[in-house]
């Protein structure tokens, strides 16, 4: 746990995760035609992510995870997000299915975090970051959400792969691990 990327990017994630939520919220009240509409998918990105969360405490080898994976994948959704620009007949469709990839990574972020040294850490460092930026966000004039979600998920991309190249840094100097 001596590298900073180690310490520092899931407290990123987490922070950025919480603070795109809004944005998140209001994209999504958008798309969805109705107000059960919109209830239907929470509840998708809630299974969804239970599902996640179970897949990655089942995990037999907890020193193998996917968390590159994980981090690449969520800023691909954030991408796509941000890219859709009009309405369509199968736009709930779509949205349903990034809800569920959503949730899915998510949960499994979420129990791959816990079981992190550093997790009792960053939830202090969390609440403390989160109010920060919500405050600064405050002060941003009219910006449309989907710029925010666009930003956060190419945020999320770059995390993946500075963690991949940390990753294969870290094979080249310890052969064997």
């Known amino acids: 746990m001596n590298h900073k990327s180690t310490r520092y990017l899931p407290l990123v994630v987490t922070v950025g995760q919480v603070v795109i939520f809004p944005?998140?919220?209001?994209?999504?009240?958008?798309v969805s035609l109705t107000f059960t509409l919109?209830?239907?998918?929470?509840?998708t990105f809630s299974f969804a992510a239970a599902w996640g969360y179970r897949i990655a405490q089942s995990r037999t080898n907890k020193d193998h995870s996917y968390i590159v994976i994980i981090y690449a994948g969520m800023g691909i959704v954030y991408i796509l997000i941000g890219g859709?620009?009009?309405?369509?007949?199968?736009?709930?469709y779509v949205v349903l299915f990034l809800q569920v990839i959503l949730g899915?990574?998510?949960?499994?972020?979420?129990?791959?975090?816990?079981?992190?040294?550093?997790y009792h850490l960053h939830a202090v460092h969390h609440y403390l970051i989160v109010g920060c930026a919500m405050?600064?966000?405050?002060?941003?004039k009219i910006i449309s959400p989907v710029v925010f979600i666009t930003i956060f998920g190419i945020l999320m991309c770059i995390c993946a792969v500075w963690e991949l190249f940390r990753k294969e840094k870290k094979k080249t100097i310890i052969p064997g691990k």
Do not use: C
Request: proline share 2%; hydrophobic share 50%; charged share 15%.
């Open 23 to 30: 944005y998140y919220i209001i994209w999504l009240k958008e």
């Open 38 to 43: 919109f209830a239907w998918f929470f509840a």
């Open 84 to 92: 859709i620009k009009n309405s369509s007949d199968i736009l709930p």
């Open 104 to 118: 899915l990574l998510q949960g499994y972020f979420r129990a791959w975090h816990a079981e992190q040294d550093t």
């Open 135 to 140: 405050i600064g966000f405050s002060f941003v």
